[in-house]
Antibody, heavy 120, light 110 residues
């Protein structure tokens, strides 16, 4: 069965960087785009961007351009999202999500989420 | 501020029918399909409705979606206590080249 399993919770100081991993199983990793979404405590869903595990192409929402990078390691079927120059308002649960085949935006499977806490 | 607009809360009694609205613009809902996600407390979102009105396997037919112009709605009939959750609409936005979400609607079953 399709699964996306994310790395564990992280605590970082302001100004630091954090990398979240998303390990895919149960399907052909390079055949489906991966998107990243975050949710601040008590808030709604916020879109970060998408990543093509086959080509390595990516796109980031304007708000995050210059601070976020996405890549993958196909040998371990994992996607990675790194956010740099962290601020307190980056404290959130970060989700990876797979896009349904043939779609741009239907997130049919989600990771369990990774809590990133930014605190001094 | 979210690109798509949803009411922050809705409520209903068991057995009742409730609807949740989602308003956007020509660059998102007006030109692309709408998807809905259900998020139970402490869990990841789950795909509830896709392509405006399609249900993934396993989603009860009590849930239905529709779209007209730049607005969409999610309807839940025969409301049950387990439907108490946050609901989010989402769509691709041609101007932003990414997905936009509504702010979410918290559904309370009284």
């Amino acid at each position: 069965q399709v699964q996306l399993v994310q790395s564990g919770a992280e605590v970082r100081a302001p100004g630091a960087s954090v990398q979240v991993s998303c390990k895919a199983s149960g399907y052909t990793f390079t055949g489906y785009y991966v998107h990243w979404v975050r949710q601040a405590p008590g808030q709604g869903l916020e879109y970060l961007g998408w990543f093509n595990p086959s080509s390595g192409d990516s796109y980031f929402a304007q708000k995050f351009q210059g601070r976020v990078t996405m890549n993958r390691d196909t040998s371990i079927t994992s996607a990675f999202m790194e956010l740099s120059r962290l601020r307190s308002d980056d404290t959130a649960v970060y989700f990876c999500a797979r896009v349904k085949r043939g779609s741009y935006s239907i997130f049919d499977y989600w990771g369990q989420g990774t809590l990133v806490t930014v605190s001094s | 501020q979210s690109v798509l607009t949803q009411p922050p809360s809705e409520s209903g009694t068991p057995g009742q029918r409730v609807t949740i609205s989602c308003s956007g613009s020509s660059s998102n809902i007006g030109s692309n399909a709408v998807n809905w996600y259900q998020q139970l407390p402490g869990a990841a979102p789950k795909l509830l409705i896709y392509s405006n009105n399609q249900r993934p396997s396993g989603v009860p037919d009590r849930f239905s979606g529709s779209k007209s112009g730049t607005s969409a709605s999610l309807a839940i009939s025969g409301l049950q206590s387990e439907d108490e959750a946050d609901y989010y609409c989402a769509a691709w936005d041609d101007s932003l080249n990414g997905v936009v979400f509504g702010g979410g609607t918290r559904l309370t079953v009284l």
